[in-house]
């Protein structure tokens, strides 16, 4: 079974600072990564995939994605306290199994 | 284009009864994925459909089943519910599901069992 690793946190930034938020994968095969937000007691939201070694950017959020190392990460610029919420790291399971191996979560919370 | 939609959004059950939770994927969507989760386990692969076939199942007992319409619309069925399905349960539709594709998830029915 596939694994995906994130500190659970709380990670917490001030308004304003980037925050960073990091997610282990144990399969080197994996191609295709995906960050979910999911606001408490709300449904994961789809914010970022990546396929490509290197970065990619949409709005304030940048996904890094290094294969080598096994890691990646999504940064928040500019945070903001809407952006408290629980990210969720994701990849595809293996064919027969699960659609996708999620992390546990980071709990981000963003500081006024 | 409308999102996943999921009904019901909250249900309340007493133990030894069933449930139907239903859902409506993206349109243009083939597949659906469902997914338990609970605040110590996560989220936790139920099963996954398309064109009307299971694909893949979770390691969940036999309680726990579903099924997907010619339309894509999905339906799942816990039977003789026990306290511990007490969860939300969340719906997710992608465009085909080839190990990659994105899935979007619907709004999640809260079930609670008492």
């Known amino acids: 079974q596939k694994e995906v690793e994130q500190n659970s946190g709380p990670l917490s930034v001030p308004e304003g600072a980037i925050a960073s938020l990091n997610c282990t994968y144990s399969d080197r095969g994996s191609q295709s990564f995906f960050w979910y937000r999911q606001y408490s007691g709300k449904s994961p939201e789809l914010i970022m995939f990546?396929?490509?070694?290197g970065d990619k950017e949409d709005g304030r959020f940048t996904a890094q994605l290094n294969k080598a190392s096994q890691y990646v990460s999504l940064l928040i610029r500019d945070s903001q306290p809407s952006d408290s919420a629980t990210y969720l790291c994701a990849v595809p399971g293996y064919s027969g199994n699960t659609p996708l191996v999620f992390g546990k979560g980071t709990r981000l919370s963003v500081i006024a | 284009k409308a999102g996943v939609t999921q009904t019901p959004r909250y249900l309340i059950k007493t133990r030894g009864q069933q449930v139907t939770l239903s859902c409506s994927p993206i349109?243009?969507?083939?597949?659906v994925s469902w997914y338990q989760q609970t605040p110590g386990q996560g989220l936790q692969f139920l099963f996954e459909?398309?064109?009307?076939?299971?694909?893949n199942k979770g390691n969940f007992p036999g309680r726990f089943s579903g099924r997907q319409f010619s339309n894509s619309r999905s339906e799942m069925n816990v039977s003789t519910l026990e306290l511990g399905d007490s969860a939300l349960y969340l719906c997710?539709?992608?465009?085909?599901?080839?190990?990659?594709?994105?899935?979007?998830f619907g709004p999640g029915t809260r079930l609670t069992v008492t």
């Open positions: 459909y398309f064109s009307e076939t299971q694909r």
């Open positions: 349109s243009g969507h083939r597949s």
């Open positions: 997710a539709s992608s465009l085909v599901l080839d190990r990659g594709d994105e899935q979007y």
């Open positions: 990546i396929y490509s070694n």
